[in-house]
């Protein structure tokens, strides 16, 4: 699995979302994108990745696609409107890729993210004000458990959506 940092430049969102289409069914593999501040941490997207994985793998998908199903997944909820808005949108900003599959086609879809974006200099995980707005979490619980401690309520989030089914 690569969990790919870059600045993504999105001028038309159909597009763009067409170009990373294209890299799916090219190679082959899971690949989704990120708006970089929906997302904690590489962990984030890991456990999004195995969790819808064991999900179509039981035929307890909710989405069609795999790619999809890791959006759900990482976004903590069964909405696709509501997921979707972790996506990326017009304008520039820092994003996070996923690409997974057998090992040479990944290495080949991770190329084509790179032609697609460029390189960002200080790159940052997750904006605290739109995790906490996203993901639902009071100043209550990030009180209780911490700042330096928001990935795990995040991940409880991943996490409980299997409970939630």
């Known amino acids: 699995m690569s969990v790919l940092e870059r600045t993504a430049v999105v001028e038309d969102t159909d597009d763009f979302l067409a170009q990373l289409a294209d890299v799916r069914n090219e ?18 997207i890991e456990e999004a990745v195995k969790k819808a994985r064991r999900s179509f793998d039981r035929g307890e998908n909710v989405a069609d696609t795999l790619s ?3 959006l759900l997944y990482a976004a903590g909820t069964r909405q696709i409107d509501v997921a979707t808005r972790m996506g990326l949108h017009l304008g520039e900003h820092d994003a996070v890729f996923v690409v997974d599959g057998d090992p040479t086609a990944e290495e080949e879809a991770a190329e084509t993210v790179h032609e697609m974006t460029y390189d960002v200099e200080g ?3 997750g904006d605290e004000s739109h995790l906490l707005d996203f993901f639902g979490l009071t100043d209550e619980e ?8 928001l990935e795990h309520l995040v991940l409880e989030r991943v996490a409980l959506l299997d409970v939630n089914k």
Request: charged content about 20%.
């Open 123 to 125: 790159f940052t995980y």
């Open 68 to 70: 999809m199903e890791v």
């Open 27 to 44: 190679h082959g593999v899971v690949a989704q994108a990120f708006d970089a501040r929906y997302v904690v941490s590489p962990l984030h």
């Open 142 to 149: 990030v009180d209780a458990v911490g700042e330096d401690r």
